[in-house]
T-cell receptor
Framework: DTGVSQDPRHKITKRGQNVTFRCDPI?????LYWYRQTLGQGPEFLTY????????KSRLLSDRFSAERPKGSFSTLEIQRTEQGDSAMYLC???????????????FGEGSRLTVL | RKEVEQDPGPFNVPEGATVAFNCTYS??????FFWYRQDCRKEPKLLMS???SGNEDGRFTAQLNRASQYISLLIRDSKLSDSATYLC?????????FGPGTRLSVLP
């Protein structure tokens, strides 16, 4: 399977704990995105990487959230001191961009569902 | 005001019906426009891009009006398998902004 993979698929944690999600994009894709989606809403942009550089972060991404893409391949999203409001589906997507162009197709993983008790 | 707004839905239509979804966006610098489809408990997938001249893909037709900052999706002869949430997506720079989605249920 050469699609976007995310791990874990489900995570249940207690409030105050730290959690980390991993995303493995499609291998030749240089762009990687993290989104958050809650029930009945569309995906909300969190952050974006071009290779290993984090180029944009949403104001939704509080200081408890951090994302990395150390070698321009897989990415991790860490949430520290989780709160109940962090409960959501965390979606990773990748795309292949050339210069300023963007094909417009984001390939999403199946998501990591977080439940904070 | 949200950056991308869509008809609230849900739309419940019989098989064979024609249904239209509307979307408006607030950022006039937006460059590219798309419709994505999301099945229940699945990830979003690209349905079609939206071009200024309008474009058609089988039973699906997308229109863009830059002056009004408005995008539409028309589905003709709807099938049961069209039941899903349709997400309007606007791109500027490298950011893709998703609307809240409009849920469609096609009934037998």
């Amino acid at each position: 399977d050469t699609g976007v993979s995310q791990d874990p698929r489900h995570k249940i944690t207690k409030r105050g704990q730290n959690v980390t999600f991993r995303c493995d994009p499609i291998s030749e894709h240089n762009r990687l995105y993290w989104y958050r989606q809650t029930l009945g809403q569309g995906p909300e942009f969190l952050t974006y990487f071009q290779n290993e550089a984090q180029l944009e972060k949403s104001r939704l991404l509080s200081d408890r959230f951090s994302a990395e893409r150390p070698k321009g391949s897989f990415s991790t999203l860490e949430i520290q001191r989780t709160e109940q409001g962090d409960s959501a589906m965390y979606l990773c997507a990748s795309s292949l961009g050339r210069l300023a162009q963007n094909t417009g197709e984001l390939f999403f993983g199946e998501g990591s569902r977080l439940t904070v008790l | 005001r949200k950056e991308v707004e869509q008809d609230p839905g849900p739309f419940n239509v019989p098989e064979g019906a024609t249904v239209a979804f509307n979307c408006t966006y607030s950022n006039s610098a937006s460059q590219s426009f798309f419709w994505y489809r999301q099945d229940c408990r699945k990830e979003p997938k690209l349905l079609m891009s939206v071009y200024s001249s309008g474009n058609e893909d089988g039973r699906f037709t997308a229109q863009l009006n830059r002056a009004s900052q408005y995008i539409s999706l028309l589905i003709r002869d709807s099938k049961l398998s069209d039941s899903a949430t349709y997400l309007c997506v606007v791109n500027y720079g490298q950011n893709f902004v998703f609307g809240p989605g409009t849920r469609l249920s096609v009934l037998p």
